[in-house]
């Protein structure tokens, strides 16, 4: 049996298996008033008896003002419905869900002018209550988590990061101050939270890998549960990688973080194969392993894997169909043609 699929407990919620489906958005499968479309729901209940241990849904708003390419959310009660019909689904099959709950349009890299900096103390008290009531949206659901997005230039993102965040008040500064709003946000869901409901946070990178340890460090310290380690700001970074370290930069840094923070941390990029992932967990590397595309392109990603841990579903295509149409992805059709 692989170490990938060896459990593991984190607080009072118990996972099968340290296999993760990563946040995706589904391109071309619509949402209503930040409620799942019956195509784009099916898609998440369709996936729920396949083994995954952990699956983490693509980014949820935590408000109308700024909606996400998904277009579905977590900022109103009645967003509870279809949350629950996931979580029931997934604990029919010994699957733990999380919700990733962000907040997108503030455009890093694209001088747009609603920047970090431009925000008041007072949208930033809005902004950080929306976020709070979307964890409790969550937690009255049913689910087993959270995922704070704090990664790819999403606003916690911005928010933490020097290169964006230049303000001179409380919410900016140094690394204490930038995660000022990220602390406010942990704290308030952490007084309503139970032991059964984990708080996790995506954690872009930052200049360096010095400033990613001190981050997740800080992260710990103010009582994020797990952490998903991924891109940040800035954009590219290019590190001088271990020889024979056979993966890329985000997994290097999600590893390298590990080493210095005692909760859980989820490795994720690239990593393609089980052999690959069931690697990381056995040499210490992290304690959980995400996967994207290999799940977009065949939902019985693990079942395949069981008999040949080498399976790599994804063809990577040079125009990839997820960011437009999903169905035409040529991994998929030929998965479900064998299905049928």
Request: include cysteine; glycine fraction near 10%.
């Amino acid at each position: 049996m692989f170490d990938i699929f060896s459990p593991i407990q984190v607080k009072n919620v118990y996972f099968t298996n340290r296999i993760v489906m990563a946040p995706m958005v589904r391109f071309g499968l619509p949402s209503e008033n930040g409620v799942m479309g019956e195509k784009l729901l099916q898609d998440y209940l369709v996936r729920a008896d396949k083994g995954i241990g952990l699956m983490i849904s693509q980014t949820l708003g935590v408000s109308t003002e700024r909606e996400t390419a998904g277009g579905a959310g977590a900022y109103s009660d009645q967003h509870i419905g279809y949350l629950s019909k996931i979580a029931k689904a997934c604990h029919t099959n010994g699957t733990r869900f999380f919700a990733q709950l962000g907040l997108p349009g503030f455009g890093f890299y694209d001088d747009r002018s609603d920047d970090v900096n431009k925000l008041t103390k007072q949208d930033l008290i809005k902004i950080r209550d929306w976020f709070i009531r979307g964890a409790e949206i969550c937690l009255k659901a049913g689910l087993d988590g959270i995922e704070l997005h704090g990664a790819h230039t999403f606003f916690l993102n911005m928010m933490a990061s020097s290169y964006s965040n230049k303000r001179e008040d409380a919410y900016g500064g140094d690394l204490t101050g930038r995660l000022t709003l990220a602390r406010e946000i942990t704290e308030a869901i952490k007084s309503f939270s139970r032991d059964d409901f984990i708080l996790s946070y995506r954690m872009g990178w930052g200049g360096d890998l010095d400033i990613d340890v001190q981050t997740a460090q800080a992260l710990e310290h103010m009582g994020i549960d797990m952490l998903h380690v991924s891109t940040g700001i800035p954009k590219d970074r290019k590190l001088q990688l271990p020889a024979g370290f056979e993966y890329n930069d985000v997994v290097y840094t999600g590893c390298h973080v590990n080493k210095h923070v005692s909760i859980p941390v989820i490795a994720v990029n690239g990593i393609q194969t089980l052999s690959r992932g069931n690697e990381l967990i056995e040499n210490g590397g992290c304690d959980f392993v995400a996967y994207g595309k290999p799940f977009f392109a065949d939902s019985d990603f693990i079942k395949h894997s069981a008999k040949n841990s080498d399976y790599k579903p994804c063809f990577e295509c040079r125009e990839c169909k997820w960011f437009t149409d999903g169905e035409k992805c040529p991994a998929q059709i030929i998965a479900k043609a064998h299905a049928n």
